[in-house]
């Protein structure tokens, strides 16, 4: 991606931000399965544009502008809505290992705590009574 890209796509992103557009549906083409995303015109509010994720990384809308070669505002709400996806799938993953690893570490400390038991446990057994308490006792009793 080019410097000029880069700014169109920011100039882009900045308009779609300003003036609220966004993903409002999405689906996926019965034809060949690609994912296709439905934003708001900008124009005329009873119209949307269809944005096709092509390839699995080439944004296409049917809209003039994407037509005439540029980064229009429904490719880059697309973008954003692709972005926020991906942030909030990592986070959910990352969510999902730290519940793992403190799965882990229950198991191993509960395991810790059984097998001290069980010591615990056979070492009262193997041990007589006087020899491990000093507690008062009668033999008479
Ligand atoms: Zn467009």
Redesign the pocket.
């Known amino acids: 991606m080019t410097i000029k890209q880069r700014s169109e796509l920011d100039e882009a992103i900045e308009r779609a931000t300003a003036h609220g557009v966004e993903v409002c549906g999405q689906g996926r083409m019965r034809a060949n399965n690609e994912r296709v995303y439905v934003?708001p015109s900008q124009r005329d509010q009873t119209h949307w544009?269809l944005?096709r994720l092509v390839g699995g990384r080439r944004l296409v809308?049917?809209?003039e502008?994407?037509q005439r070669g540029r980064i229009?505002?429904?490719?880059a709400a697309v973008h954003m809505h692709l972005v926020v996806a991906a942030a909030l799938r990592e986070a959910a993953a990352e969510r999902v290992t730290r519940a793992l690893e403190q799965e882990s570490r229950d198991i191993e400390t509960r395991d810790r705590a059984e097998a001290e038991a069980a010591a615990e446990r056979d070492h009262k057994r193997d041990t007589a009574v006087l020899g491990r308490s000093n507690a008062p006792f009668s033999i008479w009793r």
């Open positions: 934003v544009h944005v809308c049917d809209c502008a994407s229009c505002v429904h490719r």
